[in-house]
């Protein structure tokens, strides 16, 4: 009795001790997993700090401006060069 006793202790040793290599195995993987995504969030929170940065240069009058003087040959407009369009009213 006291052997099959010392069988099935040993067996369940071995049992709580792959259990619990393999609980220790999962808590890595998760852990790499999480270590990846917050390595993602950083990089994406400063992609959209860039692409703010981006945005509020590529937005100002200014800048706009002077493109459309380079690019499109575009003109201020002056009051000189304003034409009214009026309907005839019959």
């Not at 069988?7 to 852990?31: E, G, I, K, M, P």
């Not at 009058?61 to 000189?80: F, Y």
Request: hydrophobic share 45%; aromatic share 6%; glycine share 2%.
């Amino acid at each position: 009795m006291s052997g099959r006793l010392n069988l099935f202790f040993t067996t369940l040793l071995v049992l709580c001790a792959l259990s619990l290599v393999n609980a220790q195995y999962q808590a890595r993987q998760l852990f790499i997993e999480l270590e990846r995504s917050q390595s993602l969030a950083r990089q994406l929170d400063i992609d959209w700090a860039q692409l703010q940065l981006d945005q509020s240069t590529l937005g100002k009058h200014a800048r706009i401006e002077t493109s459309a003087k380079r690019d499109l040959n575009m003109v201020p407009l002056t009051p000189a060069r304003i034409q009214y369009l009026t309907v005839d009213a019959k």
